[in-house]
């Protein structure tokens, strides 16, 4: 029950963060924007999310972690509500970074687990949390999809609301009488953060995740632009496709355990960068002239595609999660921030150049082979220094 009630709360900022993707369209037309104009939307939120959540510890440790994350979480309801009477693009924009700072109470859930489970059992519930946030990475825009097509496009904001209050009766049920504070080696320490910046493995494992996860976030930041408005596809097609991803995602977190299980980690880890890049060249076909006019054909490639990127993401999760508290145990929550930042700001880096330019479907083919290609180069990099510096990792 503790952990579902953890699960939830961390869910918050990605329903909150991706729930909305799909009426993007609906807003651009609300704001008189263009529809890539309103990805910022998602890149400002993340932002707001990675740099706040670093003073989060702080505030945590002065106070009871079930009041802070209250706060936050009631504070997101009060901005969903409000997102839903809005309707300057502006305005807009600056609800989405509040929003980034209320739910960067979330972030706390990383040093809960990390102070009330055992270690080598935190290191299965931050496999089972990658997971569970995943697939609310899928099933976020899934939702936001289904209340378009048969309600009002606001209630998606609604929806979200209704979600933070969910988080914030978990929080009250289960975190409000106790006191769980964050140790002090995780308090906002400069002289950490320094060490942790030049932190090899943390730079290693942060770029690994990153590669891995980039074609995953720029699918779905613009997959209703992409699918919806480039390729044209129908609500219910667009329904499927996301469905898809979903059911790839619980399918890469059962793998993940029984193929670890079989190989060890750094071999699954190596099978899940392999299964990535070959999504990358599957999405390069899609681009095909030919094949774009065969829309059957089309979305089996899209359906092989998500499959490649959801179980290669899944599997590389375990790796990344085991080396962080590996080699980051005497700061493992600053060490998952940072990670956060590294990831969450390349990847909307990335996805802010993208909406700049107007051949879309081109760019994003051009961003997923660059990115498969420079990761197995990282991927073989730090392989090479493992065998330098950690030779037990590997042989474990």
Known sequence: MRFLSLAIISMAQLICWDAFI???????????????????????????????????????????????????????????????????????????????LSLSV?????SIIDKIFPKQE???????????????LVVAPLIGTQITKYLNYNFVFIFQGVYCLIGYYCTNKILNNEKLTISTHNKLNIKIIVQLLQNKDLIYISAIRTLSYLPHFLF??????????????????????????????ILGGYL???????????GTAVLGFLLVNAGTLIFAAIN????????????????IYLLLISL????????????LIEKCSHAISSASSLSMIYTYSFCSLI???????????????SSSIISGITLVIIVLMYIRFLRKTHKEILVN
């Open 220 to 249: 779905v930041t613009f997959s209703s632009i992409f699918l919806l408005t480039v390729l044209k596809l129908s609500l219910n097609t667009y329904s499927i496709i996301m469905s898809w991803l979903g059911l790839a995602y």
């Open 351 to 365: 996805a802010s150049l993208i909406s700049q330019l107007n051949d879309l479907k081109n760019t994003l083919v």
């Open 122 to 136: 935190a290191v299965k519930i931050f496999s089972y949390l990658n997971s569970a946030l995943g697939l609310g």
């Open 256 to 266: 993940s355990k029984i193929i670890n299980e079989k190989i060890g980690f750094i």
């Open 288 to 303: 095909i002239n030919s094949i774009s006019e065969q829309w059957g054909l089309m979305i089996l490639l899209l359906g």
């Open 22 to 100: 799909p009426i993007m369209p609906n807003l651009a037309k609300t704001y008189h924007v263009k529809p890539e104009l309103i990805t910022y939307g998602i890149t400002i939120f993340a932002l707001s999310y990675i740099i706040s959540s670093q003073f989060t510890a702080y505030f945590i440790d002065k106070h009871s972690s079930g009041k802070i994350i209250k706060y936050g979480l009631f504070t997101a309801f009060l901005i969903n509500i409000s997102s839903v009477f809005i309707n300057n693009f502006y305005l807009f924009l600056a609800l989405r970074a509040l929003l980034g």
């Open 312 to 323: 290669g993401g899944s599997l590389l999760s375990p790796f990344c999660s085991k080396m």
């Open 106 to 110: 979330t972030i706390a859930v990383n």
